[in-house]
């Protein structure tokens, strides 16, 4: 248990941070899944509409630090590599 008040606030801190990124994490999957469905579909349309939504999201994780850039480079990696095959 914490016993100074600097640790009693770094336990509300982390708290509120873990609100924030589950927040993040959670637009970044979405964005994620909205690639992957119209992969699955088949529709090139939508999976690049999309794909130009996920860059930036995926980008802003990794500045906000809740993504490593490695992550966010091979998920959008993979996404492109399933984008060029639908062709």
């Given at each position: 248990?914490a016993n100074t008040p600097q640790a009693k606030k770094r ?35 939508a999976a690049t509409a999309a794909m130009a939504m996920v ?33």
């Amino acid at each position: 248990m914490a016993n100074t008040p600097q640790a009693k606030k770094r336990i509300r801190r982390n708290a509120a941070r873990t609100i924030v990124n589950g927040n993040r994490t959670g637009r970044i999957r979405t964005f994620v899944k909205k690639v992957e469905n119209a992969l699955e579909a088949g529709d090139k349309a939508a999976a690049t509409a999309a794909m130009a939504m996920v860059q930036p999201e995926l980008m802003r994780g990794v500045a906000k630090g809740v993504l490593h850039k490695n992550t966010a480079s091979r998920k959008f990696s993979r996404l492109t590599k399933r984008l060029t095959a639908l062709a």
